[in-house]
């Protein structure tokens, strides 16, 4: 209990060097300030990420050893730099636009807050994403400065691409149309699929622990409801999020900041390959697992296939 209120604090308090900065810098008359007040939105995004996230997120994960911040901030970054740029001195936008894409986005944040929290079973900073400490053991005594770089500067540039629409909204200033209403469609579908599979995740592991404390066999695989036609039908329901919100900056004729949906993709297809290689390690889920990988597909929901060989196919 504790250790949970501990870390609760520390995530409380965290971001308040750059929330303090963004409440005094436009009404301030000290160089530093005024030089912050009219500079681009992405530089002066990128140089509060650099000492907020990535310095000081560093330094507080180099006293805990434990990565586990910016698992929870990844969910909460987005709404912070949504509201940078939203009210940054050169923003201009349609306020129809920018209003919706501010509701998405909180609603796209609470969803996956409330999942990672669920997941954690409400404690913060319980423990640091698997990933990590996988790297933590394969670099060992020079973890401590590779972290640095391959936990939170690489994440710096991951957010702040991911993010780019959120600063197109922000500073183009179009009439709303068809697409836009297309964007709002693809990004409520994607939240939608990411919830209902995370949920029905969250109910397996569940099942699955009870099971293991009543000391009766647990079901090896996941293979229900939406997780019956995709493996991952939770990060299907992500990338529709990020490339529905890509829509409105391409609708803007920014179809540049597109790289950040691209890129988003690109590290999921790396995670998957991850995740299903750490899946068939395990020795009582490997076989069945096989099995799923024969039938059913990757990422878009598609329907079951007969596995090559099966004579009734």
Known sequence: MVKNLKNLLIALVIPLPSVYFLRNYKNSDTSIFNWAYNCHPLLLANILFFFNVDLLFWLIALVQS??????????????????????HPLAEFNTLRSWAVILLTWVWSLRLTHSYLRRENWQWGAREDWRFSDMRTQYGPCWWWISFFSVYVIQQVFLIGICLPLYVVHSVNHPCNIWDFLAIIVCLLGGVVAYIADTQLYNFVTTNNKLKELGKPTVPNLDKGLWCYSRHPNYFGEQLWWWGLGIFAWNLGQSWTLVGALVNSMCLAYVTVLVEKRMLKQESRAEAYRQYQKTTSVWIPWFKSHPQGNKNA
């Open 66 to 87: 434990s990565h586990w911040m910016i698992d929870l901030y990844w969910t909460v970054i987005p709404v912070l730099l949504l509201h940078f740029y939203a009210t």
